[in-house]
Each structure stands twice: as C-alpha cells, then as structure tokens.
C-alpha cells in the first residue's frame, strides 16, 4: 500500500471490509484518470504516429515523358554517340560524359570506344563537345584501349566517373549495317572509376579495376564486369548496381547475363558483393540491362531497359523498380515507364529501335531530366546514333 497516493494512519479492524471496497474504487478511478489524460505535446516533438504515418507515406513514383525539345539532341554526322550522363559543375555549366567512335567503322563500341566531355548552359541542351575525358592509353593498361558507358556523380565535394574499360586487339570485325563484336574485347570488360576535383579534369585513373571479376569459375561475374551504376545511400555507403557475366553458358558469349549489387565504404571501394542477381525474370537469360539507381523518399529507385524475348525476336522498353536496401529489387507500382516512344514539342511521336542507358540528372533534390542513348537506322541498316534528353514527369503517389 506504500505507492498509493493514499495514507491512512489509522485503521479499525471492524471497518476494514468497507475500507478495502473504498480504496479499490478510488484506484480504479485513479487509473483511469491516468488513462485519459491527455498529456501537453511540446511544439518540437513529432509524436509517434505521425512519425509511423509518415514512414507509410513512402511514394510510389508514376514515371513519365515530358515533349522533347529538338535542341535536345546530342549528335554528329561522323560520329556514334552513346549513353550521356551529366553532372553540374561549379562554374554553373552541365557537363555531360558520353562514349563515342567513328561512325565510318561499324559498330564498334566494345573497341573502339574513348569517354568524351561536352558542355551546355542548360540541362537540356544543346551540348558542344569540349575534350577527352578517358582516352585510350595503351594496351598494357586493364582499360587503355576502351572506355565506354560512364556515369558520373558528385560526392563528398569530388567527381566520380564510373565506366567500363577493357583492353584486346583493336581488331575491326563488323562493317556499317552490319554489326559484329569483338569478343576479346568484350571479355575484358571491367569496371573502372577516375576521379577529379572539377568535372574539367583531370581525371586520375587507376591501375586496376575498382570491381573486377570474382576468381571461381561458378560466380555469375566470373567472365566480366560491366555497365556500372551507383548512389550513395542514406548512410554514407557507396550502392553499385552491376552487368555481370559468368562462364555457365558457351563462350565466347558466356551467360547468363544477370545483374548484381555491391556496396562500398568509399566511392574508390572495395566494394563488397552480394550473392543474389536482381532485375530477374525466371527462365531469362538476359532479361534486363542499364540500370541507374538513385536514392529519394525512403526508397532506392531504378529505371531499368527490359529486355523481353517474344520468341525469337527481343522488345526493348525502359521500366521501374523500387527497393528499401538496395540490395532486394521489386518490380514498382507503376512499373512500365516508355516502349521507346518520345514526344517532341510539336507534338509529333517517334518510336527509336534503342532508347536506353537511362541516365537520371536531379536537381534540388528532384529528377528533372533522363539522359537517354537512342538511335535509328536508314535504309540499308546503318545506325545513327545519338543522345537524347528528355524531360521527367514523376507523380509521386502516397501509399
């Protein structure tokens, strides 16, 4: 009786019954006093509902197209230009790194391609090449012959540009309309990372793979790395998602082709892998390719090409998926995002033959625009190619 808010100094034992009744009433009454009363919520603190109704809130995000601007066109007459990312830098200008070869060889990506740098006042353009910003450097080097399919991001007040590299022969094996590949080459691919201060350079490179391939023969990246994206999550920790190849399937080819996750302390690594593929669908071989992820409203975002077989023919479309960690990916909401199709400003719609290597620039926090390789072919099946970027129309849907 010594934590009752009651003290009864005497007590006759004739009268202890009624007394006993008393007391169980009053406490009662005391307890739920105690239960309804409303306590003073202090003007700084988020109660706890609200925290849990705003960790519901999390967005769907319903991704599509703005019109297309025609000076939103990167290209050149002589030139196969693929996959542009873009950073802003601190003079105020967007600096855009893509790939490019002369067209005049053939399709010739896996070998010939050098990491460019081009410049504009606006993030849609129109861009005008400034320098090198990977260029070949030799055959000795892991990635001295090509450097292909780069994305570049700003952490920690440093530049990082992710890219593929390889090294091989430089033997030209397609002709134009008629594409072939360089297996050496493509078997070689591994990723790489060169950083500098400015999105001018110079750009400092390294001897060996930031991610390279896994030593036993049953890994699913035991043939190459490739197609690198990455962002940096909530606590500093450095999320890449990666092409991988292993070795199950016949070389030269190899297979399946399969994506994968690793996460790193430093934006330079080592990142450390993680066993499960993602973007998978069951009996598929090479069902997805070119993701970028980005970080926003509690979830890692991606806007992925998939690549979908219809017997022996391959449709290609840009999709979306969500994660909470970034390492276990699910198909979103709002899953399909554009089978290729953009919309220009005069209102005309064109459908490419390749609309991929999505590649997001966000500002203020927001996605504002999607860096896009596409092209199309002429009338003896050349490819022209170019980038393309395109404006972002992102509801976001509470859940």
Same mark, same amino acid.
């Given at each position: 009786m010594e934590n009752h808010p009651w003290?009864?100094?005497?007590?006759?034992?004739?009268?202890?019954?009624?007394?006993?009744?008393?007391?169980?009433?009053?406490?009662?009454?005391?307890?739920?006093?105690?239960k309804n009363e409303k306590k003073p919520r202090s003007t700084t603190e988020t109660p706890v509902a609200n925290q849990v109704s705003e960790k519901s809130k999390i967005s769907d995000y319903k991704i599509e197209f703005g019109k297309v601007s025609p000076k939103s066109i990167f290209r050149n007459d002589s030139l196969s230009i693929w996959g542009g990312s873009m950073v802003k830098g601190?003079?105020?200008?967007y600096h855009m790194f893509y790939s490019q070869w002369p067209k005049k060889i053939g399709w010739e990506w896996v070998n010939y391609?050098?990491?460019?740098?081009?410049?504009?006042?606006?993030?849609?353009?129109?861009f005008e090449h400034k320098d090198f910003a990977l260029p070949d450097r030799g055959a000795e080097f892991w990635d001295g012959s090509t450097t292909h399919n780069p994305t570049v991001h700003k952490f920690n007040g440093k530049y990082y540009l992710y890219y593929m590299g390889n090294t091989g022969d430089k033997k030209i094996v397609s002709t134009p309309g008629k594409p072939k590949i360089n297996w050496v080459h493509?078997?070689?691919?591994?990723?790489?990372? @060169?950083? *500098? %201060? &400015? =999105?001018? $350079? !110079?750009? /400092?490179?390294?001897?060996? #793979? +930031?991610?390279?391939?896994s030593p036993n023969d049953d890994a699913l990246d035991a043939l190459m790395t490739s197609n690198p994206s990455v962002c940096q999550m909530p606590d500093g920790k450095i999320l890449m998602v990666y092409k991988a190849v292993g070795?199950?399937?016949?070389?030269?080819?190899g297979g399946p082709v399969v994506?994968?996750? @690793?996460? *790193? %302390? &430093? =934006?330079? $690594? !080592?990142? /450390?892998?993680?066993?499960? #593929? +993602?973007f998978t669908f069951e009996g598929e071989r090479f069902p997805a390719e070119d993701p970028y992820i980005w970080y926003q409203d509690g979830k890692f975002r991606a806007i992925v090409k998939r690549i979908k077989n219809n017997g022996k023919k391959r449709e290609f479309s840009l999709v979306h998926y969500?994660?909470?960690?970034?390492?276990q990916w699910e198909k979103a909401k709002y899953f399909e995002i554009s089978k290729r199709i953009v919309e220009w400003e005069n209102g005309r719609t064109q459908q490419f033959e390749h609309l991929e290597r999505p590649q997001v620039y966000m500002e203020n926090g927001e996605p504002i625009a999607l860096l896009c390789?596409?092209?199309?072919?002429?009338?003896?099946?050349?490819?022209?190619?170019f980038n393309i970027q395109i404006p972002l129309k992102i509801e976001k849907i509470a859940n």
């Amino acid at each position: 009786m010594e934590n009752h808010p009651w003290h009864f100094s005497s007590i006759k034992n004739n009268n202890m019954k009624t007394l006993s009744l008393v007391i169980a009433f009053a406490g009662i009454c005391h307890l739920t006093a105690c239960k309804n009363e409303k306590k003073p919520r202090s003007t700084t603190e988020t109660p706890v509902a609200n925290q849990v109704s705003e960790k519901s809130k999390i967005s769907d995000y319903k991704i599509e197209f703005g019109k297309v601007s025609p000076k939103s066109i990167f290209r050149n007459d002589s030139l196969s230009i693929w996959g542009g990312s873009m950073v802003k830098g601190e003079d105020g200008l967007y600096h855009m790194f893509y790939s490019q070869w002369p067209k005049k060889i053939g399709w010739e990506w896996v070998n010939y391609s050098v990491i460019a740098h081009a410049v504009s006042e606006s993030p849609f353009g129109p861009f005008e090449h400034k320098d090198f910003a990977l260029p070949d450097r030799g055959a000795e080097f892991w990635d001295g012959s090509t450097t292909h399919n780069p994305t570049v991001h700003k952490f920690n007040g440093k530049y990082y540009l992710y890219y593929m590299g390889n090294t091989g022969d430089k033997k030209i094996v397609s002709t134009p309309g008629k594409p072939k590949i360089n297996w050496v080459h493509r078997n070689n691919q591994r990723i790489g990372v @060169a950083v *500098a %201060d &400015s =999105p001018n $350079g !110079p750009w /400092k490179r390294f001897d060996k #793979p +930031v991610l390279d391939i896994s030593p036993n023969d049953d890994a699913l990246d035991a043939l190459m790395t490739s197609n690198p994206s990455v962002c940096q999550m909530p606590d500093g920790k450095i999320l890449m998602v990666y092409k991988a190849v292993g070795k199950k399937d016949p070389l030269p080819s190899g297979g399946p082709v399969v994506h994968m996750v @690793a996460i *790193a %302390d &430093s =934006p330079t $690594g !080592p990142f /450390k892998k993680y066993p499960d #593929p +993602v973007f998978t669908f069951e009996g598929e071989r090479f069902p997805a390719e070119d993701p970028y992820i980005w970080y926003q409203d509690g979830k890692f975002r991606a806007i992925v090409k998939r690549i979908k077989n219809n017997g022996k023919k391959r449709e290609f479309s840009l999709v979306h998926y969500d994660s909470e960690d970034g390492i276990q990916w699910e198909k979103a909401k709002y899953f399909e995002i554009s089978k290729r199709i953009v919309e220009w400003e005069n209102g005309r719609t064109q459908q490419f033959e390749h609309l991929e290597r999505p590649q997001v620039y966000m500002e203020n926090g927001e996605p504002i625009a999607l860096l896009c390789a596409a092209d199309t072919l002429d009338a003896k099946g050349v490819r022209e190619s170019f980038n393309i970027q395109i404006p972002l129309k992102i509801e976001k849907i509470a859940n």
